[in-house]
């Protein structure tokens, strides 16, 4: 019975993210984000893995209301799932909720980069009542390190943005407490809030060392002014 519940309920969230997303389609503004991922054994020569990727991009847009994930915060479910295994769920779920109570506008999902350094692009909407951006990767393999950007706000001074690039650095889920690429898991108990991690093994050379860049791009606006 609990099995049927949850899929009940998951199919309410998708008629619902379909039927609320589809009435303002008309004011959209699509950006495409490019991941562009430098993350290599030249740049982060410490322990550097031998197998180095991000899984697929997850996130949303959304307006000031929620937000799925913030430095200094716990790690949602989702957060932890993504930051740990590559998962995009139940992050994805977490963002059909959002959907459901009109705090979040669109599901953003996309490709996995493997290896890095590479990268992948991918389009998505926004509108003037939804004009933030959360996205996130893993860092793989990690115990709980992830990339991302929480609450971007692509709408400025009146209108939308033509471009922005963001720096990416790692971040620590603080859910995992592990201290390498390849750590066995070892869960921290209780959680931590997420933080960036400002050393090992991304401080190299007497300065923190990012791993890539998001660009955002305009490339069509629908929307009313």
């Known amino acids: 019975m609990k099995m049927i519940y949850k899929i ?6 998708l008629v619902s993210t379909l039927s609320f997303s589809g009435c303002i389609d008309r004011n959209a503004v699509t950006y495409e984000v490019v991941f562009n ?34 430095e200094g915060e716990l790690s949602s479910s989702g957060i932890k799932s993504m930051a740990e295994t590559g998962s995009k769920r139940p992050l994805n779920i977490e963002v059909l909720r959002a959907i459901l109570h009109r705090t979040a506008f669109r599901i953003i999902s996309g490709g996995v980069i493997n290896p890095s350094p590479g ?4 389009e998505f909407k926004v509108s003037k009542n939804f004009p933030l951006v959360t996205l996130v990767s893993m860092v793989a393999p990690s115990p709980d390190w992830f990339v991302g950007v929480d609450s971007l706000s692509l709408y400025e001074n009146g209108s939308f943005v ?10 620590d889920a603080g859910t995992d407490s592990g201290t390498n690429y ?11 809030p997420v933080f960036k991690i400002e050393g090992y093994p991304f401080f190299y050379d007497d300065e923190l060392v990012p791993v890539g860049t998001f ?3 305009k490339v069509k606006d629908d929307s009313i002014s």
């Open 119 to 122: 990268s992948v692009s991918l």
């Open 8 to 13: 009940i309920i998951i199919a309410l969230i």
């Open 182 to 192: 390849t750590s066995p898991d070892d869960p921290t108990d209780p959680p931590v």
């Open 37 to 70: 991922a430098t993350w290599s054994e030249e740049t982060h020569p410490d322990d550097f893995p031998s197998n180095p990727h991000f899984s697929g991009l997850i996130g949303a847009t959304h307006n000031s209301e929620v937000f799925f994930w913030r």
């Open 215 to 217: 660009t955002f791009r």
């Open 162 to 171: 033509n471009e922005k690039t963001v720096v990416l650095y790692a971040y």
